[in-house]
């Protein structure tokens, strides 16, 4: 597929489990982007990365969140001890280059979370 | 990011048009107005994009008045399957990478 992908597409944990979330984007994009979508609203910036580096996390909402992309291409968002607030989609996006050359973010489909 | 007003849902029926204003009247110089639409279960999905003028593609046409405080995003004949969630965005992509979608207008469309 030429798309973003992200696995798995549902997951539901128990308050307090640790969670790991994987965004495979459109092959060669340099900049990926996590957001987080509530129920009813628009997706929320996380972070962004410019291949391997990590370069904007100020979305991140807590320090139980974490995200890392070591080769410059797939890309996995952990959540620590997690919380009820935490269940959300979480959506990746991707796009070709660094921001400054203004072309858009391609979005995966998400991850919803459930914590129970 | 330039702060967006649309309005929260429309309904229209199979084969209308649907005409969807966005307001941002403190839109900086070299911000773009670009949309995005949000089937259910589905990550946002790039529409168009525009600075000035009109702007079309094989989706929609984007209206843009010479004062670009507004904006219309214009779907033509629209389906069952144009029922989505759209956002308006404002904002120099450039340096405003953290898209801010707000709460989107739900267009609901009946046959």
């Known amino acids: 597929g030429a798309g973003v992908s992200q696995s798995p597409r549902y997951k539901v944990a128990k308050r307090g489990q640790d969670v790991a979330l994987r965004c495979d984007p459109i092959s060669g994009h340099v900049s990926l982007f996590w957001y987080q979508q509530a129920l009813g609203q628009g997706p929320e910036f996380l972070t962004y990365?410019?291949?391997?580096?990590?370069?904007?996390k100020s979305g991140l909402p807590s320090d139980r969140f974490f995200a890392e992309r070591p080769e410059g291409s797939v890309s996995t968002l952990k959540i620590q001890r997690t919380q009820q607030e935490d269940s959300a989609v979480y959506l990746c996006?991707?796009?070709?280059?660094?921001?400054?050359?203004?072309?858009?973010?391609?979005f995966g489909d998400g991850t919803r979370l459930s914590i129970l | 990011l330039a702060k967006t007003t649309q309005p929260i849902s429309m309904d229209s029926y199979e084969g209308q048009e649907v005409n969807i204003t966005c307001s941002h009247n403190n839109i900086a110089t070299n911000d773009y107005i670009t949309w995005y639409q949000q089937f259910p279960s589905q990550g946002p999905r790039f529409i168009i994009q525009?600075?000035?003028t009109k702007v079309t593609n094989e989706v929609a046409s984007l209206f843009i008045p010479a004062d670009r405080k507004s904006s219309t995003l214009s779907l033509p004949r629209v389906s069952l399957s144009d029922t989505a969630v759209y956002y308006c965005?404002?904002?120099?992509?450039?340096?405003?990478?953290?898209?801010?979608f707000g709460a989107g207008t739900t267009v609901t469309v009946r046959a």
């Open positions: 990365f410019q291949n391997e580096a990590q370069l904007d």
């Open positions: 525009g600075y000035k």
């Open positions: 996006a991707s796009s070709p280059s660094a921001p400054e050359r203004n072309q858009p973010q391609h």
């Open positions: 965005l404002v904002g120099d992509l450039s340096n405003d990478y953290k898209l801010s």
